[in-house]
């Protein structure tokens, strides 16, 4: 519990861009794959983009992946997601993950608490 630090959240105008950040311990952070997830009003939580431990291979989702980058730090021990060309239905609570592959994200031992985006139109 509280593994995970989201930072970066906020309010944008459509077509603008934000940077999402998570921070974690380093025997997470140099174990797992980690990504993102994110949860709307009314909405099941929703895979994003995942990125692995190494940083070789990445998973983003087809519904961002021409707008969403995750990249990670490995001196900083954090994952970023940018966020670019925001439209207001990416609306929502952003959740930090660590999972055991950027493919099986949705089972994911470690979860961060969660941060607001909001995108007004």
């Known amino acids: 519990q509280g593994e995970l630090v989201e930072s970066g959240g906020g309010m944008v105008q459509a077509g603008g861009s934000l940077s999402l950040s998570c921070a974690a311990p380093?025997?997470?952070?140099?174990?797992?794959?980690m990504g993102w997830f994110r949860q709307a009003p009314g909405r099941e939580r929703e895979f994003v983009a995942a990125?692995?431990?190494?940083?070789?291979?990445?998973n983003v989702a087809d519904s961002v992946k021409d707008r969403f980058a995750i990249s990670r730090d490995a001196d900083e021990k954090t994952v970023s997601l940018q966020m670019n060309s925001l439209k207001p239905e990416d609306t929502a609570v952003y959740y930090c993950?660590?999972?055991?592959?950027?493919?099986?994200?949705?089972?994911?031992?470690?979860w961060g608490q969660g941060i607001q985006v909001t995108v007004s139109s």
């Open positions: 993950a660590a999972g055991n592959t950027i493919w099986t994200m949705r089972s994911s031992e470690y």
């Open positions: 380093g025997r997470i952070f140099n174990t797992y794959a």
């Open positions: 990125i692995s431990w190494s940083g070789v291979s990445t």
